[in-house]
Structures are given as structure tokens and as C-alpha cells.
């Protein structure tokens, strides 16, 4: 299965996100293999409309790199690295749902019966 196929497949299963930006989690697709990764900085390169995309990929051990991507490859967009395909793509993080404030009410539900130990 090609690389653009794997990331067919993965978009019918994953929310990924149309953008990337420092603390994201991203995907990180190439022939060995899906890894995931946090983006630790997003800067400027020297080139225009490059930039230098750091990162740490969430393996044992941990190991930061640092790739120079134009923003539609740090947005899912398939690139080669000394010809070998990659891919790189934010994934849409739930938010946990918010805890609703203590009103000092009692809860709705409440224990009616209690049977006696026998």
C-alpha cells in the first residue's frame, strides 16, 4: 500500500487538522512505518515560505529532529527525503469535557433504599 493510500485510509478513522502549530500532535508517515510526534517550534527559514519545523518523535528513546517544510507538508501533504516519501500531519486532539461548577446543590440522583447487610 503507498503512503497516499495509508493516509486515505487513516482520514476516514482519525480527525487530523487543517493546520500545524507548536504542541501539536502530529502524525509522522513513512515506509517503515506511523510514528507520533509533538512539534516542539514552528520558525522561519531562511528560504521564503520554508520553514523549520522542530519536533520530538514520541518513541523509545525520544529523538528531537528538525525538518525544512513548507506549510502544505507540515499539513499532510506527502514529500520526499533523499527520495524517501513522508508524511507529516496534526491530529485533532477532544477536548475532556468541562466539569460543571460545584452550585452546592445535591446531586439529582440520590439513594432512596438501602438494604441491610445479611
Not at 68 to 81: D, S
Request: aromatic content about 6%; proline content about 8%.
Amino acid at each position: 500500500m503507498s503512503l497516499a493510500q495509508v493516509l486515505a485510509e487513516l482520514k476516514k478513522s482519525i480527525s487530523f487538522k487543517e493546520t500545524t502549530a507548536a504542541g501539536d500532535i502530529v502524525l509522522v508517515g513513512m515506509k517503515e512505518g506511523l510514528l507520533y510526534g509533538v512539534v516542539l517550534d514552528i520558525t522561519p527559514n531562511v528560504k521564503p515560505e520554508w520553514w523549520d519545523v522542530s519536533f520530538k518523535l514520541l518513541i523509545v528513546p525520544p529523538v528531537n529532529l528538525t525538518w525544512i517544510l513548507r506549510t502544505p507538508q507540515m499539513c499532510g501533504e506527502i514529500f520526499t527525503i533523499n527520495g524517501v516519501e513522508h508524511f507529516m500531519i496534526a491530529i485533532e486532539m477532544e477536548h475532556p469535557p468541562k466539569l460543571r461548577p460545584n452550585t452546592g446543590k445535591r446531586p439529582a440522583l440520590s439513594l432512596i433504599k438501602k438494604e441491610k447487610d445479611t
